[in-house]
């Protein structure tokens, strides 16, 4: 197929391309850097200057393609700017109005299949109960922009297209950001708040990418895309811990999670979700069934002053 996909130097972009393109797809990225462009050109892709808040720029880009896989994100960088609520107005103009465009544009260019990243934990919390898609989601302020997205994702397929939308669990990988969380870990404090026994659904940025490839073949709607086995929050910071050779840390007091605001109330969540939708409609299967397993390779993949 001839796919155009936004996002492609990004985490899970960066590792959906290669896939697509061992898979014989003809892939057309966006791109408004010329060290990114080149990149992509490098990897194979036909690299292409659009602006996404413009539906005539995206128009000219996804003439004769097939598919729009839209992974274009700006999550801020650092565990800090994640707790600000204005460090996120770039990520939500993302999601609310390029979504848009690109889905107005699919639509008046005939696109098959229109693709949309979104995000798992934005259920209520339900202690030790499975979450599925049938239930009710419940965002705060934070990331409420995904329903945006998701909503451009809907319109696409009311008009006769495929619109699949992919929620996401926590995202993890060798990053910047695992760095900062071991960082605290040796400091002797969890990165992850809430409740120790509350669950967590987290994904592997690989096992991202591989949902991506699969969600080509899959009905139009929305999936969960998350681990066979969320773990208790205590035990994925103790396997991480332990996999890392650190002390394991003591929790985040519950008094510091109730004055954090929105967004460590929202992180504090009990979801326990369920990827057995995607699962059924598609021949994908996480790598890594918990995250737990994945602690040895991530590690190992971690530059070196990142792990230190």
């Known amino acids: 197929m001839r796919i155009f996909i936004t996002g492609a130097t990004g985490v ?24 990114n462009r080149e990149a992509l050109r490098s990897a194979g892709a036909a690299p292409v200057d659009v ?13 004769g393609h097939d598919v729009v896989i839209n992974l274009a994100t700006h999550v801020p960088s650092s565990a800090v700017k994640i707790m600000i609520r204005w460090a996120w107005r770039t990520n939500d103009r993302i999601r609310r109005e ?3 465009a690109i889905a107005t544009a699919a639509i008046a260019e005939g696109v098959g299949r229109m693709i949309q990243e979104s995000f798992a934990l934005i259920y209520p919390d339900h202690g030790d109960a499975w979450i599925d898609e049938s239930m009710p ?5 934070y990331n409420r922009s995904v329903l945006d997205a998701e909503r451009s994702a809907q319109r696409f397929a009311a008009s006769g297209g495929a619109g699949v939308v992919l929620r996401f669990g926590g995202l993890y990988g060798p990053d910047a950001l695992l760095s900062e969380m071991l960082d605290m870990m040796r400091k002797g404090m969890s990165p992850v708040p809430g409740d120790p026994g509350a669950f967590l ?3 592997s940025q690989d096992d991202a990418a591989t949902a991506v490839v699969a969600a080509l073949g899959v009905p139009a709607g929305t999936y969960n895309i998350v681990e066979d086995e969320p773990m208790r929050r205590g035990d994925w910071t103790r396997t991480l811990a332990t996999a890392a050779g650190i002390p394991v840390p003591r929790p985040i007091p519950a008094w510091m999670t109730a004055i954090g ?33 994945a602690w040895g390779d991530v590690l190992h993949a971690m530059p070196v002053a990142q792990a230190a």
């Open 12 to 35: 899970i972009g960066s590792r959906a391309l290669p896939l697509l393109l061992q898979a014989g797809h003809t892939v057309t990225a966006a791109s408004r850097s010329e060290p």
């Open 51 to 63: 602006d996404l808040f413009d539906v005539d720029s995206v128009r000219r880009a996804i003439t």
């Open 98 to 100: 390029a979504s848009a």
């Open 137 to 141: 989601v419940a965002p705060t302020s």
């Open 201 to 203: 659904s987290s994904l």
């Open 261 to 293: 605001g929105s967004m460590l109330k929202l992180m504090a969540r009990s979801e326990r979700v369920s990827n057995r939708k995607f699962k059924g409609a598609s021949e994908w299967t996480p790598k890594y069934p918990a995250a737990s397993d």
